[in-house]
Each structure stands twice: as structure tokens, then as C-alpha cells.
T-cell receptor, first 115, second 113 residues
């Protein structure tokens, strides 16, 4: 069955520290998509990245980077030089081709960045 | 600009009442979804629709219903509200086809007393 695990419930760091949020997924499908969303204190869900299962290249966007490893079924998210504005709950999600467009979410990781 | 809106943003109701939460998108997306967010559970899928007159049950559909009469709207109805349905509800939409990015509305906080 499909499942997304975010084992880190809450992480606290001091500004400028690097932080990695872990995401481990389970799926029987060979074609699937992985997502990260950010939920700041204001409550909205903000899309960060979408990655398909055939593209294992790491991606970097400014201070954000993502490491996708099919061998370990992981799609980890790293924030470099964290800032207070990065404080939010981050969700990893999985969507399988056989369950078109249905997102399975992890339980989220709350990141607190202190000044 | 295209967007997805939800109303009301906050709602307090009593046990047993019927409640309808509105979701409206101007992306012209075929797919629309309703999720609920509860502490410790992340977001869970309630109902979804792949187009007009199409509706499907998600993981936690008991006590909820939806109808899709046009592309833009997917209202969520709680037939007889229960305290267990106190939650934050999110609507989302996406293009048809291969799993596409879902864009979320701002959420509705529902309290059932």
C-alpha cells in the first residue's frame, strides 16, 4: 500500500543553520510523483516541488534542495542557511499513476527557526 | 489571476446541522479535491472529482458528500455535523492527466459544538 512517512515531528534550529527534512515513501507503482508543500503559520498550503519517479537528479532552487533516492525510497528536503521565514510545517506527498492525482500526505514536519 | 477560493473561512455549527463548504476555482481545472487536516494525521482525502457530474469517495468520506454541476465548483456537504468533523478543510484543484500539481485553497476552519 502507498504510504508517506515523515518521522521528524518537529525540528528546531537557529538561523543560518542547514536543516534536512526526511521523507520516506512506500509504493508498488513504478511510475509515481513526489511533492513537497509548505504550510506557514498563516495556514495556506504552498507548492514547492513536484518530481517524477524517472528523474533522480537532485534539484536546487535558491536555498532549497531536494535529494531523491529511489534505492532508499526517500525524497529529502534541505534548507541551507535557514531563515526565520522558513518556519512552517512541511508536508511530503506521493501520487501514483494508478491512483491518478490522489495525493497521499505524510504527517508533516514542523520546522521552527529561531533568530 | 486564476485562483481557488473557499467560503466561509471560519464556521461554527452545532451537532446535527447540515453544513456546506464552498470551493470555487478559476484555473479551469478538471480535477478537484477535498481534504481535511487534523493534528497527527496530515491531510486526508475526503472526496474528489475528475470532471462535471463525476464524484468519488476518498479515504475518509463517511458523513460527507459532494456534487459537481460545473467545472468551477465542488461544494462539500456535511449531512449531519458531528464533533469528530471539527477540522480544517482544504479544497484543491489540478489539471487532468498524469498526476499534476494540486493547488490549494486557503482552508475553512470548521468547529462543531
Amino acid at each position: 500500500a502507498q504510504k508517506v512517512t515523515q518521522a521528524q515531528t518537529e525540528i528546531s534550529v537557529v538561523e543560518k543553520e542547514d536543516v534536512t527534512l526526511d521523507c520516506v515513501y512506500e509504493t508498488r507503482d513504478t511510475t509515481y510523483y513526489l511533492f513537497w508543500y509548505k504550510q506557514p503559520p498563516s495556514g495556506e498550503l504552498v507548492f514547492l516541488i513536484r518530481r517524477n519517479s524517472f528523474d533522480e537528479q537532485n534539484e536546487i532552487s535558491g536555498r532549497y534542495s531536494w535529494n531523491f533516492q529511489k534505492s532508499t525510497s526517500s525524497f529529502n528536503f534541505t534548507i541551507t542557511a535557514s531563515q526565520v521565514v522558513d518556519s512552517a510545517v512541511y508536508f511530503c506527498a506521493l501520487s501514483e499513476i494508478i491512483n491518478t492525482d490522489k495525493l497521499i500526505f505524510g504527517t508533516g514536519t514542523r520546522l521552527q527557526v529561531f533568530p | 489571476d486564476a485562483e481557488i477560493t473557499q467560503s466561509p473561512r471560519h464556521k461554527i455549527t452545532e451537532t446535527g446541522r447540515q453544513v456546506t463548504l464552498a470551493c470555487h476555482q478559476t484555473w479551469n481545472h478538471n480535477n478537484m479535491f477535498w481534504y481535511r487536516q487534523d493534528l497527527g494525521h496530515g491531510l486526508r482525502l475526503i472526496h474528489y472529482s475528475y470532471g462535471v457530474h463525476d464524484t468519488n469517495k476518498g479515504e475518509v468520506s463517511d458523513g460527507y458528500s459532494v456534487s459537481r454541476s460545473n467545472t468551477e465548483d465542488l461544494p462539500l456537504t456535511l449531512e449531519s455535523a458531528a464533533s469528530s468533523q471539527t477540522s480544517v478543510y482544504f479544497c484543491a484543484s489540478s489539471l487532468a492527466g498524469a498526476p499534476d500539481t494540486q493547488y490549494f485553497g486557503p482552508g475553512t476552519r470548521l468547529t462543531v459544538l
